[in-house]
């Protein structure tokens, strides 16, 4: 007979007197009902009441007290919603630990991408492509890959709010249901989801006053509004590349970030590599009057100021004394439908509406040029709902996931027509600007615990499923509506269900869920709208900037777009493509008018035009037409406690309304003040060296010479051996090829490197001193005249050298090689001399100088990938090839007897690509992918003339052959 210890009787003792303690508060708290209205709140499935078991609540208690991310644990019996959730592989048995896959959509402006979540012990950690998707065909974008950290966000909302004021459900539910019908105005962002459309409509036919606006400061309202008069009907375009033989961009925007990008770009680069590979080359000719990622990729770029654009739009076949007009009128000529021509979001009605003509006139609709309907549905703008409240006309106002107080142009005047509407509501993921200024605010849940549906740019429906329950007491947007017509408002997945119930037909249930497993609804793409020219299409005279006046250029931000991520770190600390700028934006200035008016950057400049003026820091930007300045959106938040509150300016104080993207007349000035830009270009720099090579089209190889590459790839390369063999024989050797021919500079790739990789934001400081902790960095360069240069990107990561130099120089043998070619780190032998980013000539270490991962708060932890070590102060970081990807594939090798087939091991650079610009795999594998790619002419090693073997390599940049197209 055992005998217990007499320490532990004490602490069992001690524990009932405090059970004991606690039940009787809760007794006395019992009959209290604002402490069981909070406890319905906070508990809406199982709040105690009178009559319930002790075992009972404190099992509750302590789940409450449980890590929020466990939430996706929970029995399925206590949510209908958790029962719907399948995984896109099903594996026979779920094991703690082990990663599911979902498919869903990330959204932006309204439209969706087709992606898979993966999931760690129900917290969502990760978001990677979905290559059966339609659309995204397994690209990604860094909104998309920047999501999940938006969902861990300390800063969301999280409360209902009543005059600022933390309230609940109990005191809302009143006020929704005694808000009156007439004069009920409902403003949201762009819609394309066929069931929340189908719900806005119910409810207009329900309350036949009811006016419904649609807001979104960077959307192509002026590409459909010059299809209307083109065509007579709104329309959106599609490209197919594959039928192309030349691209003419007006500003066009196919490959920069918005909700086209990821689609587009992924059939630009495959066309453009199908063409080489046929001898010829799908060429872009491209003109801009501030540089883009589009125009960054043009193999022939004119930069010009925006009324010349105008005017080019309605002579382009015409030709013209500059070169880039010969070339461009000498490729249209022959009108064989194997040409398009395209325009920016950001380009007035005129450009697109001469933009559409001219392709109807090129035989290129119908071929390369898709005409569909319009993906988002129409409402009415902004502008018509500010006129109703000024008027009167608007006596409530429901507000669902839009900011315009901050993001609308002031000269609009929202906010002062905000105050005479008599009852605002808003939604939104975060308490923002907008929320501020109205009488109550609803959480907004976010799509990773959201079920929804949403369209993809061209047509395809994807489907939107939880992850994981809900983090905080958020709505989704159809849940809120149900809340405006509903006697019993429905969930989110009920409303769902219930509408494609009705439209799938046949067998329901199985086709739900097939619809779920692949993440979308098949054959859901818009199809070709037939369309024929209507009468008009007149050449407008644009305004010419007058002497001593700047043009004025508003445009997304590369990075935040229109603000909607600006409360997201890993968005604020990533480079900006082009100026390599983090935490703020600039204005942009180009160096003709930076040497004429003697600004440096760092000049804080003052912008003035119709009596509104703005003030930002300048930057010098090459390939800036000579008299334009270029003000991007998305900063200058105000509202206290935010992440993003004080970082930039803001550029909606001087956007018109009317063309919102240009100011024709503005001053400038210089204010005498300077301001700090950080950025990253000047941070470890290669210059003086063969960086990027550009190979043309049918000339001789530009690729390393056959004997350089059977020293380079030959021998350990080829077998797998390194310094730090014990004699084993090893039968793989990892390697990389990046193409950069097909790297369009979008970033997606290091967003994606930092979820799977635990790496760290450092914050603005630490940047300006040089140590940021990206593992992945795209260098920038340019070639030419800085007035119109050429411009190339280079991802960096670390390049596993065979020989490599940071093995001598680590004193402790902290870095060394392991049987598979890895240049690995072991973190705990680690003093932090320094010494191996010394010695590394690529300079892809990062060092640890502080702890920059403590502190942080306890939801941020629940992102984190647990495969990776969260590194402590004090040690060096770097590229690992995603070493614990290498070693799921050969476990599962080990367990099956398999070999690890090619592809079944994808970086997480690799697998965020949009363009599939990164290929990797086992070169010790004759048939893999990454072996070929070796094999390509075009294929070389950064500063292989240092002998070190790197196990990364690059294919050259293609250009086009000698002649005008």
Request: charged residues 20%; aromatic residues 6%; hydrophobic residues 40%.
């Amino acid at each position: 007979m055992s005998r217990e210890h007499p320490g532990l009787a004490t602490l069992r003792g001690r524990l009932s007197a405090q059970h004991g303690a606690l039940w009787r508060s809760l007794d006395q708290l019992d009959g209290n009902d604002a402490f069981r209205r909070f406890l319905h709140t906070e508990f809406p499935n199982a709040s105690p009441g009178r009559g319930v078991d002790r075992r009972a609540f404190l099992r509750l208690m302590a789940a409450s007290l449980s890590l929020a991310g466990l939430a996706g644990c929970d029995d399925p019996d206590d949510d209908p919603r958790s029962k719907e959730i399948p995984y896109v592989e099903q594996p026979r048995e779920a094991h703690p630990g082990q990663v599911m896959r979902y498919a869903s959509s990330t959204l932006i402006d309204g439209h969706a991408n087709g992606v898979t979540v993966l999931t760690r012990d129900g917290r969502p950690i990760k978001i990677e492509g979905a290559p059966a998707h339609p659309w995204s065909r397994g690209g990604t974008d860094i909104a998309g890959q920047a999501s999940v950290l938006d969902f861990w966000d300390p800063f969301r909302s999280q409360a209902v709010l009543r005059l600022g004021r933390p309230d609940d459900w109990d005191s809302l539910r009143p006020v929704i249901e005694a808000l009156p019908r007439d004069g009920l105005h409902l403003l949201t962002g762009p819609v394309t989801s066929p069931s929340l459309l189908a719900q806005i409509r119910g409810l207009q036919q329900r309350f036949p006053g009811l006016r419904w606006h649609v807001h979104a400061p960077a959307d192509a309202f002026a590409a459909r509004t010059g299809a209307a008069r083109a065509f007579g009907q709104p329309l959106d375009m599609l490209y197919d590349f594959s039928q192309a033989r030349t691209v003419v961009s007006l500003d066009g925007d196919i490959l920069d970030p918005g909700p086209r990008q990821v689609g587009l770009a992924s059939r630009w680069a495959e066309a453009r590599r199908a063409s080489a590979a046929r001898g010829t080359l799908l060429t872009l000719h491209a003109v801009a009057p501030t540089p883009t990622l589009t125009s960054s990729k043009a193999d022939h770029l004119l930069v010009a100021a925006q009324s010349d654009i105008e005017r080019l739009a309605h002579r382009l076949p015409d030709g013209g004394d500059d070169p880039w007009q010969k070339r461009v009128a000498q490729a249209l000529a022959n009108a064989d439908g194997s040409t398009m021509v395209v325009a920016g979001a950001w380009q007035p009605v005129s450009v697109h509406e001469a933009v559409h003509r001219l392709n109807a006139r090129l035989g290129n609709l119908g071929r390369t040029v898709l005409p569909i309907a319009p993906v988002a549905a129409q409402a009415e703008d902004l502008p018509a709902l500010v006129q109703a409240m000024q008027r009167g006309q608007v006596r409530t106002l429901v507000m669902l996931d839009v900011n315009p107080v901050q993001d609308a142009p002031s000269s609009l005047g929202f906010a002062q027509a905000l105050e005479r509407v008599p009852m605002k509501l808003h939604a939104g993921l975060y308490a923002d600007e907008t929320a501020a200024a109205c009488d109550w605010h609803i959480p907004l849940a976010h799509p990773l615990e959201s079920w929804g549906d949403a369209r993809a740019a061209d047509g395809t429906i994807g489907l939107i499923q939880p992850t994981i329950l809900p983090l905080y007491a958020g709505r989704t947007v159809p849940e809120i509506l149900s809340l405006l017509t509903d006697a019993q408002p429905q969930d989110g997945q009920t409303l769902l269900r219930a509408y494609w119930r009705t439209r799938m037909g046949g067998n329901f249930d199985t086709a739900w869920h097939q619809a779920l497993l692949q993440g979308f609804i098949a054959d859901s793409q818009a199809g070709p709208v037939a369309v024929t020219s209507a009468p008009g299409g007149g050449s407008p005279t644009p305004p010419a900037t007058p002497p001593g006046k700047v043009d004025v250029l508003f445009r997304p931000d590369p990075v935040l777009r229109d603000g909607a991520g600006a409360n997201n770190a890993w968005l604020q600390e990533l480079p900006k493509p082009l100026t390599r700028i983090v935490w703020d934006n600039a204005v942009l200035v180009s160096p003709t008018l930076g040497k004429e008016l003697g600004i440096v950057a760092g000049d804080v400049l003052r912008l003035e035009a119709d009596g509104r003026a703005v003030e930002g820091p300048a930057w010098i930007m090459p390939g800036q037409a000579a008299r334009s300045v270029t003000l991007t959106l998305g900063y200058g938040r105000s509202n206290p406690d935010m992440l993003a509150t004080g970082i930039g300016y803001d550029a909606a104080l001087l956007r018109p309304v009317a063309n919102s993207f240009h100011i024709p007349s503005a001053s400038i000035t210089r204010t005498g003040r300077r301001h700090q830009l950080v950025t990253t270009q000047d941070h470890n720099t290669m210059e003086g060296h063969d960086l990027v090579r550009v190979q043309q089209v049918g000339a001789a190889p530009v690729g390393d010479k056959a004997d350089t590459a059977d020293r380079l790839y030959g021998g350990r390369a080829a077998s797998g051996s390194s310094p730090a063999d014990t004699g084993t024989t090893a039968t793989r050797a990892w390697g990389m090829v990046i193409d950069l021919d097909s790297c369009i500079g979008c970033n997606a790739c290091v967003v994606s490197c930092q979820a799977e990789n635990n790496i760290a934001v450092v914050g603005r400081e630490q940047v300006a001193e040089g140590r940021e902790m990206h593992w992945l960095r795209i260098d920038r360069y340019y070639e030419g005249d800085a007035a119109s240069p050429a411009t190339h990107f280079q991802p960096v990561p670390c390049m596993h050298c065979e020989d490599a130099p940071c093995e001598v120089g680590c004193p402790v043998e902290a870095t060394v090689h392991d049987h598979e070619g890895l240049n690995v780190m072991v973190y705990n032998r680690c003093i932090g001399t320094r010494a191996c980013s010394g010695y590394c000539p690529y300079k892809v270490r990062r060092f640890n100088y502080l702890d920059y991962s403590a502190g942080a708060a306890p939801q941020l932890a629940e992102q984190r990938n647990p495969d990776v070590t969260v590194r402590a102060r004090g040690v060096m970081e770097k590229c690992t090839y995603c070493v614990q990807r290498i070693a799921e594939g050969r476990i599962d090798s080990d367990k099956t007897g398999n070999p690890i087939s090619d592809g079944t091991v994808r970086t997480a650079c690799q697998t965020a690509c949009p363009t599939q610009a990164i290929s990797f795999g086992d070169l010790a594998d004759a048939t893999s992918a990454v072996r070929a790619k070796r094999q390509d002419p075009r294929n070389y090693s950064l500063l292989g003339d240092l002998g070190v073997k790197p196990r990364t390599t690059y294919l050259a940049k293609y250009e086009p052959a000698a002649g005008p197209a």
